[in-house]
């Protein structure tokens, strides 16, 4: 039986990267097949922990969550590595940082997180307020940006290949990937479905769904008005 549930859920399908590895330049095809190649070890990874986690008991932690309405946020950078979360940048209450990705992760957390709670009366991501940390500047290149079961984890894209080669931004730019990603948490703590077949497909269209009304919601448009 195969069991996918707590896998990373990265935004970029891997067949998208499949093509580029077959139809892009040499440095467009070299940064997607590392992206294709680091994406398949964090899930390897994922599963041989979680196997090890069913095996053994361990008591529940301890975790201070945020009262109602009251964001925890922190955004971390990577720089270019791959250890998580990386070095503490921004936190919550912080003055905005000098670096665009680490405003925007954390502009973009807190927009997912008011409309979670302000119209749908859910404090945070697991509805306990559960504190929303991000990590920017994953690995160099890395074409991907990903919730892994516990944070949000943003690749920085193709921003050192020559703009005419450039496929990807930096994943933080856009609100709908953080809210996308960030609903893959509401999924995984309301549902923990399956990352297979039908139950994978629900999974993915929710964040969809949910991606679309965050940057709805932070526009302050209706639905006629927004870009469904």
């Given at each position: 039986?195969?069991?996918?549930?707590?896998?990373?859920?990265?935004?970029?399908?891997?067949?998208?990267?499949?093509?580029?590895?077959?139809?892009?330049s040499a440095?467009?095809?070299?940064?997607?097949?590392?992206?294709?190649?680091?994406?398949?070890?964090?899930?390897?990874?994922?599963?041989?922990?979680?196997?090890?986690?069913?095996?053994?008991?361990?008591?529940?932690?301890?975790?201070?969550?945020?009262?109602?309405?009251?964001?925890?946020?922190?955004?971390?950078?990577?720089?270019?590595?791959?250890?998580?979360?990386?070095?503490?940048?921004?936190?919550?209450?912080?003055?905005?940082?000098?670096?665009?990705?680490?405003?925007?992760?954390?502009?973009?957390?807190?927009?997912?997180?008011?409309?979670?709670?302000?119209?749908?009366?859910?404090?945070?991501?697991?509805?306990s307020g559960?504190?929303?940390?991000?990590t920017v500047?994953?690995?160099?290149?890395?074409?991907?940006?990903?919730?892994?079961?516990?944070?949000?984890?943003?690749?920085?894209?193709?921003?050192?290949?020559?703009?005419?080669?450039?496929?990807?931004?930096?994943?933080?730019?856009?609100?709908?990937?953080?809210?996308?990603?960030?609903?893959?948490?509401?999924?995984?703590?309301?549902?923990?479905?399956?990352?297979?077949?039908?139950?994978?497909?629900?999974?993915?269209?929710?964040?969809?769904?949910?991606?679309?009304?965050?940057?709805?919601?932070?526009?302050?448009?209706?639905?006629?008005?927004?870009?469904?």
């Amino acid at each position: 039986m195969h069991n996918h549930r707590c896998s990373i859920l990265c935004i970029t399908p891997p067949h998208m990267l499949h093509e580029i590895v077959r139809n892009g330049s040499a440095t467009q095809r070299d940064l997607a097949l590392r992206t294709i190649v680091t994406s398949e070890q964090i899930r390897g990874l994922r599963r041989v922990s979680n196997s090890l986690a069913s095996l053994v008991e361990t008591p529940a932690a301890s975790v201070a969550s945020a009262a109602p309405g009251n964001k925890q946020r922190a955004v971390y950078d990577a720089q270019n590595g791959s250890g998580l979360p990386g070095n503490l940048v921004r936190n919550e209450g912080d003055p905005p940082s000098t670096d665009p990705a680490v405003n925007e992760a954390y502009d973009g957390s807190g927009t997912t997180y008011d409309l979670y709670f302000n119209v749908y009366g859910r404090n945070s991501i697991d509805g306990s307020g559960l504190k929303l940390d991000s990590t920017v500047h994953y690995q160099k290149g890395y074409d991907n940006a990903f919730w892994d079961g516990k944070q949000m984890v943003y690749g920085d894209g193709d921003e050192d290949l020559p703009t005419a080669e450039r496929i990807f931004n930096r994943f933080t730019i856009s609100l709908d990937v953080i809210g996308h990603e960030l609903t893959h948490g509401v999924t995984q703590h309301e549902a923990n479905l399956a990352y297979w077949d039908q139950s994978g497909a629900l999974n993915e269209s929710l964040s969809d769904v949910f991606g679309s009304l965050v940057k709805q919601y932070q526009r302050g448009q209706t639905a006629s008005e927004a870009d469904w």
